[in-house]
T-cell receptor, first 109, second 113 residues
Framework: KQEVTQIPAALSVPEGENLVLNCSFT??????LQWFRQDPGKGLTSLLL?????REQTSGRLNASLDKSSGRSTLYIAASQPGDSATYLC????????FGTGTRLQVFP | EPEVTQTPSHQVTQMGQEVILRCVPI?????FYWYRQILGQKVEFLVS????????KSEIFDDQFSVERPDGSNFTLKIRSTKLEDSAMYFC???????????FGQGTRLTVV
């Protein structure tokens, strides 16, 4: 049974810091891993999809890495801004998507 | 960018009433899902739909739930007799292939009183 965990559960940083969010999964037989952003009370916005054959995927200030053998992915956010404040979720497909519990990020000015 | 649309954005209903949540998926994206998220908890899978039939159901998706495709393109999620514990955000999602990006709607916040 696939299980996905994320640490830390919450993170509060000053504007401008580079930060790393972590995602772990128990079954390494995945097609891909997807990172989402969720603002309070809102839907899920896809940030990055990283395929199992890839090690990294970049979009603007975001960089996601994937290490299938160790069951880990990281989301790196460069030069964080207050607008980055949200909950970040990772998910892996196991027929359906299995989600982690998320990291709630607050970036203060 | 492809968009999945859900209506209504918020619905308040009395316990025991039926509710119907609606979703307009991305056309030609064949894999379709309903998920829910109880406040403060994980996003949970409810049901998947492929090739015009249900492909998988979770334990949550009991006889009170049903999914239909009334016009052959859009989807509905019906909860026959709502309970307080059905209060949650309900999301629909779909993607084109088994290893492609999943796109989510903005969700319907269901409040059962």
């Amino acid at each position: 049974k696939q299980e996905v965990t994320q640490i830390p559960a919450a993170l509060s940083v000053p504007e401008g810091e580079n930060l790393v969010l972590n995602c772990s999964f128990t079954d390494s037989a995945i097609y891909n891993l997807q990172w989402f952003r969720q603002d309070p009370g809102k839907g899920l916005t896809s940030l990055l999809l990283i395929q199992s054959s890839q090690r990294e995927q970049t979009s603007g200030r975001l960089n996601a890495s994937l290490d299938k053998s160790s069951g880990r992915s990281t989301l790196y956010i460069a030069a964080s801004q207050p607008g980055d404040s949200a909950t970040y979720l990772c998910a892996v497909p196991f027929d359906k998507l299995i989600f982690g519990t998320g990291t709630r990020l607050q970036v203060f000015p | 960018e492809p968009e999945v649309t859900q209506t209504p954005s918020h619905q308040v209903t009395q316990m025991g009433q039926e509710v119907i949540l609606r979703c307009v998926p991305i056309s030609n994206h064949l894999y379709f899902y309903w998920y829910r998220q109880i406040l403060g908890q994980k996003v949970e899978f409810l049901v998947s739909f492929y090739n015009n039939e249900i492909s998988e159901k979770s334990e949550i998706f009991d006889d009170q739930f049903s999914v239909e495709r009334p016009d052959g393109s859009n989807f509905t999620l019906k909860i026959r007799s709502t309970k307080l514990e059905d209060s949650a955000m309900y999301f629909c999602a779909n993607h084109a292939g088994i290893s492609t990006e999943a796109f989510f709607g903005q969700g319907t916040r269901l409040t059962v009183v």
